[in-house]
């Protein structure tokens, strides 16, 4: 999955070195691997200043979620590696350039815990795990394939969040004398035909479909949703283009009207260009989150206190209200704050932070059987 894979501007903050503090003591210190621009530098100033005692911060920023993924898979391969390197005539001892942290979106959560490449969390050595609503707290427990459980272990610690939208030319509906779109039902209309653009992904294409319908975006068999096939063709009928990377361009251009994209991407799209609208479909929508996630460590499988330390950090009302206003994303923690703890610059924006109701009627992308998933391929290539 493509999503957030854009690089972000010149800009950005480089974390690495920035971060360092003083290593008076050698054993305390903290290494994080994170997504680029999900974390203000000034929430990492606060954090190190709030220690009781010096310790070193390493934190190194990758621009995709999935450079942090794959740089997971090559912290077990060569923990793997050396391992057995020991085990040889003059093998030496290796070090492994390992981390206490990675950031994870939780779409590859499923594949991270399948191939053994990171540990579950323990929720007593987490202060604020309760603070968390029960929706985030049960995208991560998961069985030891990956499967959401109720009763499963904690693979991870959401620290943000984002939503599907819809992104429209306010200024070309408005010359045409359409209504603007409010929901998904509208990519219907034949006054939009041929000026849409949608994300070249299955999941989102069909689970936008089925919420048209009225159903769940995670529908387990789509055989037994007679007018699925039906109405998915006429969307494809609609559709100019798909694109999970390309969509923006179009849009600014007036070549489309309206995009299907995601909120990270399109936040500042619609800062930048005044004629751009964004709104989250009334019916609900997906929604995905970034996780905090514990690589595997056979030798150390206690989470270090300061790793615990900085995911509660994280979690604290005030430092949740700081990066929901300072990134493209928002804090799971304001989803359970009173309308009279969060600030109006959030509440006013109902795209970067949905009203409850549409936050209730949507939903995360679960994993599926391998059952359903030939189906969403076999009806994702007969859509047209």
């Known amino acids: 999955m493509k999503r957030r894979s854009f690089l972000v501007g010149a800009g950005s903050l480089t974390l690495s070195g920035v971060v360092s503090g003083c290593d008076r003591n050698p054993g305390t210190a903290l290494k994080v691997r994170l997504l680029k621009d999900s974390i203000p530098a000034q929430i990492l100033d606060e ?18 979620l999935l450079d942090l993924f794959t740089r997971l898979q090559s912290m077990q391969k060569k923990s793997t590696d050396n391992d057995l ?6 093998g030496g001892q290796q070090t492994t350039p390992t981390a206490d942290l990675v950031t994870l979106g939780d779409y590859w959560l499923t594949s991270a815990i399948r191939q053994k490449l ?4 323990d929720p007593k050595q987490l202060k604020a795990w309760q603070k968390l609503p029960p929706e985030w707290q049960q995208l991560v427990r998961r069985n030891d394939t990956g499967q959401p459980d109720p009763n499963g272990k904690i693979w991870g610690a959401p620290y943000r969040w984002g939503s599907t939208v819809i992104a429209y030319r306010r200024d070309q509906f408005k010359s045409a004398g359409l209504k603007p779109p409010t929901d998904w039902s509208d990519l219907w209309r034949e006054d939009c035909k041929d000026r849409i653009s949608l994300l ?34 006429a969307l494809d009928r609609q559709v100019k283009f798909y694109s999970s990377n390309a969509y923006q361009q179009p849009l600014i251009l007036g070549d489309t009207w309206l995009a299907v994209g995601w909120s990270t991407d399109l936040l500042p799209l619609a800062r930048r260009y005044r004629q751009i609208e964004l709104v ?6 997906a929604l995905w989150a970034d996780l905090w996630v514990r690589p595997k460590n ?9 790793a615990q330390q900085w995911i509660d950090f994280c ?16 804090s799971p923690i304001l989803v359970s704050m009173k309308p009279e703890e969060i600030p109006d610059s ?22 599926l059987t391998p059952e359903s998933v030939k189906q969403y391929q076999s009806l994702w290539a007969e859509k047209s």
């Open 118 to 121: 990171i540990q579950p969390l």
């Open 315 to 330: 979690w604290q009302p005030d430092i949740a209200r700081q990066l929901s206003r300072f990134t493209q994303a928002v």
């Open 85 to 90: 390197r020991r085990l040889l005539p003059f």
């Open 298 to 306: 056979e030798k150390n499988p206690d989470t270090p206190p300061l």
């Open 200 to 233: 070249d992904q299955p999941r989102e294409v069909i689970g936008l479909t089925l919420k048209k319908l009225g159903l769940s975006y995670n529908t387990p068999n789509l055989d037994k949703v007679p007018q699925l096939k039906e109405n998915l063709r």
């Open 346 to 367: 959030l509440k006013n924006n109902q795209v970067l932070l949905p009203p409850s109701e549409i936050i209730k009627r949507s939903e995360f992308l679960l994993p």
């Open 280 to 285: 989250v479909p009334q019916s609900g929508t």
């Open 47 to 64: 954090f190190r200043q709030g220690l009781q005692r010096s310790a070193r911060l390493d934190f190194v920023a990758e621009a995709q």
